[in-house]
């Protein structure tokens, strides 16, 4: 079981960190991604850690450098730390895992488990 947490309002150029507790599974043995999904729009990947391998992490063009996935094992957590938002970044975010990775890039219909959303929203 997955579950994000974190979102809220915030001003553009703020910052905000999300959560992905996982529950039931030991989450450094899987790729957890990041997906956003805004109002009218198709669901669309974030971020993903572990997607291309141990160690790995994965950004969309459009969050590159101001967006930082990591994980810490002890808590069984995933984060997304945010800097530097922009209106166009919001959405409901949602953090999702398989049992192998469906590889960066591809669909959000290919993850099989996901966390309830939470909803990140930018003010201009």
């Known amino acids: 079981q997955l579950q994000a947490s974190g979102g809220g309002l915030v001003q553009s150029g703020g910052s905000l960190r999300l959560s992905c507790r996982a529950s039931?599974?030991?989450?450094?043995?899987?790729?957890i991604g990041w997906f956003r999904q805004a109002p009218g729009k198709e669901r669309e990947g974030v971020s993903c850690?572990?997607?291309?391998?141990?160690?790995?992490?994965n950004y969309a063009d459009s969050v590159k450098g101001r967006f930082t996935i990591s994980r810490d094992n002890d808590k069984n957590m995933v984060y997304l730390q945010m800097n530097n938002l922009k209106p166009e970044d919001t959405g409901v975010y949602y953090c999702?895992?398989?049992?192998?990775?469906?590889?960066w890039g591809s669909g959000w219909w290919k993850w099989h488990y996901w966390g309830q959303g939470t909803e990140v929203t930018v003010s201009s």
């Open positions: 850690i572990r997607c291309s391998g141990r160690g790995s992490t």
């Open positions: 999702a895992t398989d049992f192998e990775s469906p590889g």
């Open positions: 039931g599974f030991a989450l450094d043995y899987f790729p």
